[in-house]
């Protein structure tokens, strides 16, 4: 994966405890984004951020909290951790996407992922 | 309705030949993105190839070409030359019109045979 960097890869919580979950891409992309995996699910939107400083919401916000205070930058928080929370996080970015949240059809416009962090909450 | 539809559950193919992986999409907006991600047991989404709805030509990336016809709304994915290495579910994927997010196919699962 092209420069997208995710951690933890694994980590085991608590019901109430809270965590980050880091993303951090190389590639000066405007857009970044998180989404959660689950069995029989597909991929779900949790959060996106079109440029430093702006974030909104996606399909299942409730429980996490994002900023982005620098491109690179994209934090997952989980606030108070529940079962339904375990699933496989990805966070994902590309070059660009309207403010909108519409995408831009312009050529190499790629999303790339991370290699994925595996959470379960006990 | 703004959707994508995989409708091989499961491929087989014989080490060294090429497949085809079948995705059809959905939407009525002129601008739109379809990827093809890999994604192996290991579990992380490997991008493979993207394709936009400007682009002149198919898109091409090693070993993986994209069939896009417009017309007929599909984007099919073609791996020549089928390595051990390629079984993996793959998964077809478009950012469509006013969607905010990637919409997924339902995948496909690939396996190589030796």
């Known amino acids: 994966n092209a420069g997208v960097t995710q951690t933890p890869k694994f980590q085991v919580l608590k019901t109430g405890q809270s965590m980050t979950l880091q993303c951090a891409q190389d590639?000066?992309?405007?857009?970044m984004s998180w989404y959660r995996q689950d069995p029989g699910m597909g991929l779900r939107l949790i959060h996106y951020?079109?440029?430093?400083?702006?974030?909104d919401q996606g399909e299942v916000p409730n429980g996490y909290n994002v900023s982005r205070s620098t491109t690179e930058d994209f934090p997952l928080r989980l606030l108070s951790a529940a079962p339904s929370q375990t699933s496989v996080y990805f966070c994902?970015?590309?070059?660009?996407?309207?403010?909108?949240?519409?995408?831009?059809?312009?050529?190499?416009?790629?999303?790339?992922f991370g290699e994925g962090s595996w959470l379960t909450v006990v | 309705a703004q959707k994508i539809t995989q409708t091989q559950p499961g491929m087989f193919v014989q080490e060294k030949e090429a497949v085809t992986l079948d995705c059809t999409y959905d939407?009525?907006?002129?601008?739109?993105?379809l990827f093809w991600y890999k994604q192996p047991s290991s579990g992380e989404m490997i991008f493979l190839i993207y394709?936009?709805?400007?682009?002149?030509q198919n898109a091409t990336e090693g070993r993986y070409s994209l069939n896009f016809q417009k017309a007929r709304k599909s984007a099919n994915l073609v791996i020549s030359a089928s390595q051990l290495g390629d079984s993996a579910m793959y998964f077809c994927?478009?950012?469509?019109?006013?969607?905010?997010?990637?919409?997924f196919g339902s995948g496909t699962q690939l396996t190589v045979l030796p």
């Open positions: 590639m000066n992309h405007e857009y």
């Open positions: 939407t009525s907006d002129p601008s739109y993105g």
């Open positions: 994902a970015s590309s070059r660009r996407l309207s403010r909108q949240g519409k995408w831009e059809a312009i050529s190499g416009n790629t999303i790339y």
């Open positions: 994927a478009g950012y469509l019109g006013s969607a905010r997010q990637l919409t």
């Open positions: 951020s079109v440029g430093a400083g702006i974030t």
């Open positions: 394709q936009g709805s400007y682009d002149q």
